[in-house]
């Protein structure tokens, strides 16, 4: 669904305790008011390590025309968010099972595993491999972009959120520039020079998608390139060999994909 005057610009955060996603919020509406247009953001706070998921939502009207006027939901709808941004795939699973992911959302997602605590205590390997949620993610999505989270702080010293921040910005989705984004970190005054650093970093991340062999390894056919058109196909469970990690990742019908991410996105309400 297009943004225009009468319709805001919706942005859903899937974030953890800890990694920051309320100061991201508090940059976006700083930087959307900044311009003169209207914004609002809401969150649902969850519990840090895991046991709760943290959301949170912004919508910004991409016109000045009428500011004042227009009217704000608390919270997402199916058919009406315009960018997902994940720190973690699970959160973004659970965004799909949701019915909030689209063929009008552009999906932003860091792909490196956070642990449940469901996962944890299972016997053996009881961790799920996110490769079949990011290819549903891809095939629903208008447009994923899988980001190293967690390498990327390693190698620039920045926290997750200015990283996230930058990748959102270079996005093309939000109705305000550049220079709103960085003057948004500066007025804040919390760690404006690393923030403002993890901000550039986060604007060179590479736009990469899945990696369709890792997808169907862990139990997903990707529809051949072109196929379909708009309308992409399911995806279909296959026997396939192990990949990374030395072991036969758990592989996920389209039948199980939604109580699967329930158990593992899920898990988090549990203590």
């Not at 305000?176 to 690393?194: D, H, L, M, Q």
Request: with cysteine; hydrophobic share 40%; proline share 6%.
């Amino acid at each position: 669904m297009s943004a225009t005057a009468n319709r805001p610009v919706c942005i859903l955060i899937s974030a953890l305790g800890g990694q920051g996603g309320g100061v991201l919020v508090d940059w976006l509406v700083s930087a959307a008011r900044a311009e003169g247009l209207a914004a609002q953001a809401t969150s649902i706070p969850g519990v840090a390590q895991r046991t709760g998921a943290t959301t949170y939502y912004f919508e910004v009207y991409p016109r000045r025309e009428g500011v004042g006027g227009q009217h704000f939901s608390i919270y997402p709808a199916a058919g009406s968010v315009d960018l997902l941004l994940s720190f973690e795939p699970m959160e973004a699973g659970r965004a799909l099972a949701g019915g909030l992911v689209g063929a009008e959302t552009t999906v932003i997602t860091a792909r490196d595993r956070v642990i449940s605590t469901a996962e944890k205590v299972l016997p053996g390997d009881g961790i799920l491999d996110a490769a079949p949620v990011l290819a549903a993610l891809d095939q629903r999505a208008r447009r994923l972009q899988t980001i190293d989270l967690r390498m990327a702080t390693e190698e620039t010293g920045a926290h997750p959120n200015a990283l996230m921040f930058g990748a959102l910005s270079a996005s093309g989705v939000l109705p305000f520039g550049y220079e709103a984004c960085r003057a948004a970190i500066a007025g804040s005054g919390k760690a404006v020079k690393a923030n403002l650093a993890g901000f550039e970093a986060g604007r060179r991340l590479p736009k990469t998608a899945p990696d369709p062999a890792a997808a169907a390894g862990a139990g997903f056919d990707l529809p051949p390139e072109g196929a379909g058109g708009g309308d992409r196909q399911a995806a279909r469970p296959h026997a396939a060999d192990g990949r990374a990690r030395g072991r036969a990742p758990r592989r996920l019908s389209e039948r199980r994909l939604c109580p699967a991410l329930s158990r593992a996105a899920g898990a988090h309400r549990q203590g």
